[in-house]
């Protein structure tokens, strides 16, 4: 039996990063930079103010204070989007917005609270001087040109992972489309003769099928595209035909059939089309669980698609895609960063792991006090799915060990983190 980081290895080793493609950038959120993005405009596109004032030449306010304002006269106003229709004289100012080019000849902005435009307006005085209320050093309230991106500049390093920032980024350069590695498109395959769809009424002995469901959203939450194939029964024909379907896609997932029960085919079906590159984890849940790869003629080319076998119980299916599946999706959309989120915790109870195996057991982690805390969420069965709808974490509970005791330190892989743990 192998360990969970030789399994990833193994797994990562077949996986190959997928081709890129253009697209609309925010059909990109999450997807991985295929190039260097350079820009061929400055940024901002003039020096311009970041406050709402008066364009003044910061020598004309040295000495002034609210007791002794410097008065200036007021030759135009420019609005964000428009040019300054005049220029700054010794003496002048033109009241500016924000983000409205800085008028030729001024070099600060004094922000209205600074000047006594209030009191004026209520006193129905003259608007055409203003009085200055303060010294200004030059560059105050200014943007210059470029200050954000200056032309010519790398501003993306291919790798990078595209995120709501990046796409402003590439918005305000003016790029509508992104060249990005693409979505892995990942075939689910359900496997088991008592499994149902979940639109049709149970019969005596069957339930429905979930894990293509959980299976299916895993896939889409970690940025690949699932391919559903239904359900597989247990015969060789069936398997073979659905694993057929799943060829067209980057990779096939398949749950249930891959333990030693007499009608585990799934490992039956692979040995005969493909290649087993390993059969079970040391870990749990999920012990049972392959690996390998299918081969396809394509184009006339003989082409590897790899397949990861999840165990049946829902819960196993679930641990187990976190630990293979994500970072293998990950890895063919470009990532790098394949670890999943973790904390270090203390476990709030004793946590008996003495079979050998890593386990991963499901908890609340909460924050008291600037300290993460975990807390198992009660069974720990295999098929018990509303272990994981109740978890916020997986504990890791090492393996060759005794387990934990209640006051341990734990390293917890995040499944979510929720506002009251920030
Ligand atoms: P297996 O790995 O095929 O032996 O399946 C183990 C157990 O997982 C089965 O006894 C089922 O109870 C459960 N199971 C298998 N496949 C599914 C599925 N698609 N949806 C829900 N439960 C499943
Ligand atoms: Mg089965």
Redesign the pocket.
């Known amino acids: 039996m192998i360990s969970v980081e030789e399994a990833l290895e193994k797994i990562l080793s077949y996986v190959e990063v997928l081709e890129p493609e253009d697209k609309p950038i925010l059909d990109c959120l999450g997807q991985v930079l295929a190039e260097d993005v350079y820009s061929t405009i400055d940024i901002p596109p003039l020096d311009n103010s970041s406050m709402d004032g008066y364009a003044v030449r910061a020598e004309d306010s040295y000495g002034a204070s609210q007791s002794s304002p410097k008065n200036l006269t007021v030759v135009g106003e420019v609005a964000a989007g428009s040019m300054p229709a005049a220029e700054i004289e010794p003496g002048t100012a033109i009241r500016i917005m924000t983000g409205a080019p800085l008028p030729e000849g001024a070099d600060a902005i004094v922000q209205f609270e600074d000047t006594d435009e209030a009191s004026r307006r209520l006193s129905h005085s003259d608007l055409s001087q203003i009085g200055i209320l303060r010294q200004v050093e030059k560059g105050l309230n200014v943007r210059y040109r470029g200050e954000d991106i200056a032309r010519d500049g790398l501003v993306l390093k291919q790798g990078k992972v595209l995120r709501p920032s990046e796409l402003g980024v590439l918005a305000s350069l003016g790029y509508s489309i992104a060249r990005v590695i693409r979505r892995p498109v990942v075939a689910v395959l ?3 003769n ?2 149902i769809d979940i639109d049709q009424p149970l019969a005596a002995g069957k ?6 469901y959980t299976i299916s959203a895993q896939v889409l939450r970690y940025g690949g595209i699932p391919n559903i194939l239904g359900i597989g029964r247990d015969s060789l024909e069936s398997l073979s035909g659905k694993i057929e379907e799943g060829l067209s896609s980057d990779m096939l997932i398949t ?5 030693l ?1 007499d009608y ?1 085919i799934v490992k039956d079906v692979l040995a005969k089309r493909g290649e087993i590159a390993l059969r079970t984890v040391c870990m749990k849940p999920g012990k ?1 669980s392959a690996f390998g790869v299918i081969k396809k003629v394509e184009g006339g080319k003989e082409k590897m698609v790899p397949h990861l076998g999840l ?4 819960v196993s299916s679930m641990v187990t895609f976190e630990q293979f599946a994500r970072p293998a999706i990950l890895k063919m959309m470009g990532r790098e960063d394949f670890a999943k989120p973790t904390i270090q915790a203390v476990i709030e109870e004793d946590v008996i792991n003495d079979d050998g195996r890593r386990m991963y057991a499901r908890v609340i982690v909460t924050r008291r006090e600037g300290k993460y805390y975990a807390r198992a969420t009660g069974p720990q069965g295999s ?1 018990i799915l509303s272990s994981m709808v109740k978890a916020n974490g997986l504990a890791i509970v090492p393996e060759n060990t005794e387990g934990v005791k209640a006051g341990d330190i734990v390293q917890v892989q995040m499944l979510d983190w929720s506002g009251d743990l920030m």
């Open positions: 359900a496997t088991g008592e499994l339930i429905h099928n979930s894990n293509t749950s249930g059939g891959v333990s029960g585990d049972p165990p049946g119980n829902p098929g």
